[in-house]
């Protein structure tokens, strides 16, 4: 009977352990999936901004990431007033979300002011060492990392282009914002690359939008060849104003991203900034799985576009070589 006692009582535990397995595998298989919460902070209007968040959407859904079943997005649009910035940005802690998605200097500074904690990740940005946001490109440090947008060879491209172009031209200059923290050793990049082309180089000023058309008027009075237009928030929520007044100086300006040449501005060589949007969402994977933000290094874009339009030429009286014709992605006749 003492075996036969004992083998039952074994038989039991066994049973009640299969039986506690079996019950903890069920309880896990129905634990909800985790729900990742994005917060996607611009600086402009949502019809603007369309095809960097599609691009944003198809990076997260070739990673396994689709709305409503394990991430949810939450969007706030500044609608090109700067001022509500740093309002929507608090929003976006209040909201809890997991990860804040920002392109450009300005919106970077302005959502790393509203936490510290929640990783940031930059879809595209200038100098972020000089804004105080990393500490390098390798290890940034702290809540921020993602894809970089500006670099020396960037601005070097864009001075080539303008010579290339202009190969008469001797004066170059750049339409600035004081107020943009990354301008400072971006444009001592831009200032040496000209000086390497053998153009002297020079600064105009506009921190407001009622600035911007006396800063480039001022620019061809003192001689300018050709405009080149520093990337900046302000800039990017006043192109057609920027485009329209570089025309009516008859200033051959060339500009970082396509949307200045769909208003009338005369070229532009930039990064491909739906492609900045997807890459970010590969930074975004990795601190989902665990890794920190500040030990991601930083990379730097690797897409550039060419942009013309022929009717602006013809109204500035410039004349774009075949060989520059040819290199384009986008015509505008």
């Known amino acids: 009977?003492?075996?036969?006692?004992?083998?039952?009582?074994?038989?039991?535990?066994?049973?009640?352990?299969?039986?506690?397995?079996?019950?903890?595998?069920?309880?896990?298989?129905?634990?909800?999936?985790?729900?990742?919460?994005?917060?996607?902070?611009?600086?402009?209007?949502?019809?603007?901004?369309?095809?960097?968040?599609?691009?944003?959407?198809?990076?997260?859904?070739?990673?396994?990431?689709?709305?409503?079943?394990?991430?949810?997005?939450?969007?706030?649009?500044?609608?090109?007033?700067?001022?509500?910035?740093?309002?929507?940005?608090?929003?976006?802690?209040?909201?809890?979300?997991?990860?804040?998605?920002?392109?450009?200097?300005?919106?970077?500074?302005?959502?790393?002011q509203a936490t510290s904690t929640i990783p940031i990740v930059v879809a595209g940005a200038g100098d972020l060492v000089e804004a105080g946001l990393i500490k390098s490109f390798m290890f940034p440090g702290g809540n921020v990392t993602g894809v970089a947008r500006m670099s020396a060879d960037f601005f070097g491209a864009r001075l080539k282009l303008i010579k290339e172009t202009l190969p008469k031209a001797t004066q170059v200059t750049a339409l600035a914002n004081p107020k943009n923290p990354g301008h400072g050793r971006s444009i001592k990049d831009a200032e040496l690359g000209a000086r390497s082309l053998g153009l002297t180089f020079q600064t105009v000023n506009a921190q407001s939008a009622n600035e911007i058309d006396g800063a480039i008027a001022n620019a061809a009075k003192g001689g300018a060849n050709a405009l080149f237009l520093m990337t900046d928030t302000l800039f990017n929520n006043q192109i057609a104003r920027i485009a329209q007044a570089a025309i009516k100086n008859k200033l051959p300006a060339v500009y970082d991203r396509a949307d200045f040449v769909e208003a009338g501005g005369l070229m532009s060589y930039g990064v491909n900034l739906p492609d900045l949007s997807r890459r970010a969402a590969e930074y975004i994977d990795q601190i989902f799985k665990g890794a920190k933000p500040g030990e991601l290094t930083l990379v730097q874009p690797t897409k550039f576009d060419l942009a013309i339009n022929l009717k602006t030429a013809g109204q500035i009286g410039v004349t774009i070589p075949p060989e520059v014709l040819n290199r384009a992605v986008k015509v505008i006749k």
């Open 1 to 112: 009977m003492g075996k036969t006692s004992a083998a039952n009582n074994i038989i039991t535990v066994a049973a009640v352990a299969v039986l506690l397995l079996a019950w903890g595998m069920s309880a896990e298989a129905q634990q909800p999936a985790k729900v990742w919460k994005i917060g996607v902070l611009v600086s402009g209007t949502q019809a603007l901004n369309a095809s960097r968040d599609e691009a944003l959407r198809q990076g997260l859904r070739d990673l396994g990431y689709h709305e409503g079943k394990n991430i949810v997005m939450e969007y706030r649009y500044a609608e090109g007033k700067t001022d509500r910035l740093a309002q929507l940005a608090r929003e976006l802690v209040e909201q809890k979300v997991d990860v804040i998605v920002v392109g450009g200097t300005n919106v970077a500074v302005t959502a790393k």
